[in-house]
């Protein structure tokens, strides 16, 4: 335990560091029946590149088992990873010295003692990050981007989404119901659903962000509190710090609620993943998604 590190940051350095070998395997897909997550946010990333003209160095935060920067590696692209889960990096660096990526790196350390070279990166991407992370360290991570980016660089981010518990109708919709934010939730659930244009989300006004927490619902991961936002919420936030949202996209799309994927996994699993290949260009599914990419630029 590192007394520097709140409680929320401590547990989740614990988690990691204890479940390093079995996140490997997640991030390879253990099956091929199954939802792999992990992969279809790196798919996201390594499209961001496609669609860009150059990307000449790439930065992961919070980069877990190191698949994300050797596939970008492996492209020809310079990847720094950094984590703070020491055996997630072991494992990151085996793979990468395995498969003689030189062009992949990576450090173990906090991204809040990261030195982060000015203006150095095209990308920085964190998949599956920010719900680790306190609102106001989330603040300071989209401020230490945007130092870190060039001008036109790409931030791509993967969150938890909170649009979903409207949907999940289990403990996290009571919750919303409680808290009195499921109308808001709603609003913007509709809002997407039936916007053209990205730059329509700019005049809706989104549900407050989360305030701090000390517990939550479990989902399987043994860290009290992982913070989900809707992707209204990180639009107006990254509006406020100078970004541009560029583009959104579901990730992890339910047909049926959580409760019937526990007794059908393989149902869940077909249905997610074939409507997975509409995910890029179809909005009106986000609100059925567990997940979500942005792409900002910073402009
Ligand atoms: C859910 S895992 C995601 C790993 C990887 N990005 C992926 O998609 O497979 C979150 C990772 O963030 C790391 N992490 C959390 N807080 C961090 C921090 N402050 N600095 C660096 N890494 C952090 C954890 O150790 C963990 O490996």
């Not at 981007?145 to 060039?150: Q, W, Y």
Request: hydrophobic share 40%; with cysteine.
């Amino acid at each position: 335990m590192n007394a520097q590190y709140s409680k929320q940051q401590t547990e989740t350095l614990d988690y990691f560091r204890k479940h390093a070998r079995g996140w490997a395997t997640a991030a390879k897909g253990s099956s091929r029946e199954e939802v792999n997550v992990i992969q279809q946010r790196n798919d996201y990333v390594l499209n961001v590149i496609r669609q860009r003209k150059e990307t000449r160095l790439l930065l992961d935060v919070g980069c877990g088992t190191g698949d994300l920067v050797c596939a970008v590696a492996r492209q020809g692209i310079s990847a720094i990873g950094v984590d703070f889960a020491q055996e997630m990096v072991q494992i990151a660096q085996d793979n990468a010295s395995n498969n003689r990526l030189e062009l992949a790196q990576f450090v173990c350390g906090s991204i809040f003692d990261y030195d982060i070279q000015s203006a150095g990166y095209d990308i920085i991407s964190a998949n599956g990050f920010m719900e680790y992370i306190s609102l106001e360290q989330l603040r300071e991570f989209l401020d230490l981007a945007l130092r870190g980016l060039k001008q036109g660089g790409s931030l791509v981010l993967g969150s938890r989404n909170k649009l979903f518990n409207l949907f999940s109708l289990n403990d996290f919709t009571s919750t919303e119901i409680a808290a009195g934010t499921a109308q808001d939730l709603l609003r913007e659930a509709i809002a997407i659903v039936n916007c053209r244009d990205l730059a329509e989300l700019d005049f809706l006004e989104p549900a407050a962000l989360p305030g701090h927490m000390d517990s939550q619902t479990q989902t399987g991961i043994d860290v009290s509190v992982r913070y989900q936002y809707t992707p209204g919420q990180l639009i107006h936030l990254l509006r406020e710090k100078g970004w541009r949202t560029v583009h959104l996209a579901p990730i992890h799309i339910h047909v049926v609620v959580p409760k019937l994927k526990k007794k059908y996994p393989s149902l869940h699993y077909d249905l997610s993943n074939l409507l997975q290949s509409f995910a890029m260009e179809n909005m009106e599914l986000m609100p059925f998604s567990s997940s979500f990419m942005l792409h900002a630029v910073k402009v």
